[in-house]
């Protein structure tokens, strides 16, 4: 029983999910009272961004509002979303994108760490690119890690998945 359990700590999104939320938000925007004929448009660009244009901040607050509702609704995290300054658009319209947080940065895997060693578990801990794995003998050892993970998670403010857990 020497083996060594192990996990994964990541930071990610289903693209596709994030896809069907954009599509409903464009679907929403056609048939909405207040947003018909206001120009109003939701790019996805590259899985990098989401970029928001129309007519007023008013409408541009609602647009937001219905996008983080959507992408409530697919499952995903609105930590993800990053928001950008609001900006001035041809046409006088404004425009406001929204930068999409994938990956766990060095800073941020160095705090991640820090805090599973500040546990004392008899776990390791160990940054491998953009995400940490965590191991240990103990299986119980591992689910504290999670436990006490999840109780910070808005801490870090970007949402953490537990992948490759055996």
């Known amino acids: 029983m020497a083996k ?20 409903q938000v464009k679907r929403e925007l056609t048939t909405r009272f207040d947003l018909k004929g206001s120009n109003s448009d939701v790019v996805l660009d590259a899985d990098k961004s989401i970029t928001i244009t129309t007519n007023d901040e008013m409408k541009l607050k609602n647009i937001i509002d219905i996008l983080q509702s959507k992408i409530i609704k697919r499952n ?3 930590k993800i979303l990053e928001p950008q300054a609001i900006e001035n658009a041809l046409g006088g319209n404004v425009r406001q994108v929204f930068n999409l947080k994938k990956g766990l ?26 995400q940490v794995r ?18 910070k998670e808005d801490n870090y403010n ?6 490759n857990y055996r």
């Open 76 to 78: 995903l995290s609105i």
């Open 105 to 130: 940065t060095q800073d941020l895997a160095k705090k991640i760490v820090a805090d599973i060693k500040n546990t004392k578990l008899k776990v390791q801990a160990s940054i491998q690119g953009d």
């Open 158 to 163: 970007i949402p953490l998945q537990f992948q």
């Open 4 to 23: 060594d359990c192990s996990f994964d700590i990541v930071s990610d999104f289903d693209k596709q999910e994030l896809v069907n939320a954009i599509d």
């Open 134 to 151: 965590v191991s240990g003998k103990d299986k119980d050892d591992l689910q504290a890690v999670i436990k006490m993970l999840r109780e």
